[in-house]
Each structure stands twice: as structure tokens, then as C-alpha cells.
């Protein structure tokens, strides 16, 4: 499978924040959001045998692993392959993912799912039948996850969480647009909305990357 790194940092996003994980970025994107802060992963990375990355992964103290991207499910047949080997070596694992695919042996398998819901400033869409068949066989391990510019993209992560009413409903500030976060708070505190406001940790203490 083509990976684009492995590193080992602290988990910047959602609800899972402050969480030691290994991260296994690999290479390949099937969408092309306008902010998105790991460009390099849509093309860069060197072929990895699976064996070759559970071997990486051993080297690091910490049995959290999060698969990410790009978009890890382009690479479905080998995701598979590589969670079932974890999971037989008892790591908990999240894979994330942008609400565009849906993978049911991934999804049984992993512990976590966090869901990256696209809103209109990200220039994509996910799928909002992605969206509802993740959230109706797995709402007790999934997160929807928007990342919001403007009053525009949380008009839309509003109308996805009073529709579906996901368990874990994440609402992210856009790095590039954090002041927008004061009046966001007020818009999701008059709203009552059932979600939570959380800064992008990474970016917020350590820069772009997802993690130190």
C-alpha cells in the first residue's frame, strides 16, 4: 500500500483530543478540499508492504493507531488487511475518513470512525447516504466532524446534526478563519445544538501537521 508517513504525535482533532495514536498517513485523496492542510498526501509516499508497516508501528510505546490521509479507504483492500492484523495484535485503532465511501468490514472492525462531513468552503461534499448509513449501524463509535468557516458551513453542519442526530457531533473552527469561533459559539449556544466546539489542537500549539 502506498503511505505517505508514520508518525507517532498527540491526536489535534475531535473527540478524541490529547490522545497519544500512531498515525498512519497514507497517500491518495479522492476529494480536494480548499483548505486542506495535508497536501502533500494526495500524491507523495513510497510503497509499503503491510508487514512492513505493523514493524513501524511496533517500535513506538503507545497501542492507539489512527489510519488517515488523504482518504484511507482509496485503499480499502489493504486498510482491511492491515486493521485485521492490528486488531489481532489488540491495538485500538480510528480511521478516519471523509463521508464520501463507505467500507462495512473496516468499519465493524475499527474502534473509531471520525467521519470529516465537508461543508460548501471546503469546495466538496460528502455523501449524505455515506452519512446516514455510517451513523444508523454505528453512532455509539462514530463522530461527524464539519469544520466551519462562516455562518454558511454551520448552517449546513447544522441541518446534517438536527437531521441525523449523530451520538459525538464535532464543530471545528477553520484555522484560517478562528475568529469566526466567537460568534460560532454563540450561534451553536442560541441554536442548542447538540455538538461541541472544539479548536484544532495541532494547529493551535503546534502548527499544521495533525500532531507534535
Known sequence: MKVSEIFYSI??????????????????????????????????GKEMDIREIVRTIKKYPCKNVSITGGEPLCQSKEVF?????????????????????????????????????????????????????????????????????????????????????????VIQPEWAHRKFAKHLAELIKNDGLNSRIIFQQHKLIWGSKKGV
Open 81 to 169: 488487511e492491515l486493521v485485521k492484523q492490528l486488531k489481532n495484535l489488540a491495538y485500538w485503532i480510528q480511521i478516519n475518513t471523509n463521508g464520501t465511501l463507505f467500507d462495512k468490514q473496516i468499519f465493524n472492525l475499527v474502534d473509531f470512525i471520525s467521519m470529516d462531513c465537508k461543508c460548501p468552503s471546503s469546495g466538496m461534499k460528502s455523501d449524505q447516504s455515506v452519512l446516514g448509513k455510517t451513523r444508523d449501524a454505528y453512532d455509539s463509535k462514530v463522530q461527524f466532524k464539519f469544520v466551519v468557516s462562516d455562518r454558511t458551513d454551520y448552517m449546513h453542519a447544522k441541518n446534517i446534526i438536527r437531521c441525523m442526530n449523530p451520538l459525538h457531533a
Open 11 to 44: 491526536e489535534g482533532e475531535g473527540i478524541q483530543i490529547g490522545r497519544p495514536e500512531i498515525f498512519v498517513r497514507l497517500t491518495g485523496c479522492n476529494l480536494e478540499c480548499s483548505w486542506c492542510d495535508t497536501r502533500y498526501a494526495w500524491q507523495s
